[in-house]
């Protein structure tokens, strides 16, 4: 079967966290066969046993799946459509277990935070490779059960930007979920949501919402944005925009514009009921390592290679690496954040 081709079947979904849990639920309700393939035991177990439960405001709907297990369980043979939604970490794991599964004319789709699909074509192939761009505002809150925060972008797209029956269909099916789509730049809103995702991380410095420190701090994040989107332009990727984030203020060098595409970006963020970002989360909450530092090493070393100078994201992943291993949040390494962007 080739990319022009079309396929009807289940979904494999590997990593049933708040992304993959959230899109497997929906596309369970719609009636499709989706298969979960989680690390987590007990959140495999209680899907197993009760399905994938959400949560949104007082209501708890669960959607039942064929299938949930441990990927040291075994699973199918093969596998066909596959939605890739690990931690960007555990990607490399996620494959070990995919790779060998994976039919000749099958594909994975990288439902991930970061740049992750050129790891996976190294593994599988760039031809069974789909990228694309998500944004959603869900956590994890117990085992088997995710909190909807609120519905934002997701956009697929084959890295060439060609078109193809494979995305023209799993963005139908999407349809499950909200207003996915297709694109032909699934890197520019990859790089958009770098710029985005900075400004979340520098959040996670601190005990307070996103849209509060953003709005406090704005000098610190808009040069955090500035400095992705610097490499993104040497690298020749135009970002997009997506909810409502618009990364071409942060491109320039108008401090109103950039002040009125905050004023829009925090209004909005006050608009979701999740206020404070995965990454806090799992520092503060989940006491476990943060996808931060395998989201900009990237970004890092691309700069490096371009000669573009990115000390706040350098700073950045030192400080988030440093609450990993214990240190405080305090609003105050935000602040610091300022001296390296000097």
Known sequence: MTNGESRDGGYVIVGAGAIGGTLGHHLARAGHEVTVVDADAGHVRSIAEHGIVLRRGESRISAPVRRALTPDTGGPAR??????????????????????????????????????????ARRIGPERT??????????????GEIRDGGRGALVVGELDG????????????????????????????????????????????????MADLIDRHRRVMHGLAR?????????GIAPEPFDAFDPAPYRGDD????????DTLVAWLRTQAKDRSGIWRDIAVRHRPTEVPTHYLPVLDRASRRGVAVPGIQRLVEQITELEGGATMDERRIAELAGALR
Do not use: H
């Open 79 to 120: 596998v066909e459509r596959v939605l890739l939604a690990v931690k960007a970490q555990a990607t490399g794991v996620a494959l070990d277990w995919i790779a060998p599964r994976l039919a000749a004319d099958g594909f994975v789709v990288s439902v991930q935070n970061g740049l992750n699909e050129p790891e996976i």
């Open 130 to 143: 789909v990228g694309a761009f998500v944004n959603l505002f869900a956590d994890v809150v117990a085992p």
């Open 162 to 209: 060609s078109t193809s029956a494979r995305v023209a269909q799993v963005v139908a099916d999407l349809q499950a979920w909200g207003p996915a789509r297709a694109t032909g730049n699934v890197s520019g809103y990859l790089w958009s949501k770098l710029g985005f995702g900075a400004m979340l991380a520098a959040t996670a410095l601190a005990d307070a919402s």
């Open 227 to 235: 400095e992705i989107f610097a490499v993104a332009a040497a690298e």
């Open 255 to 262: 401090d109103d514009a950039r002040d009125a595409a905050t």
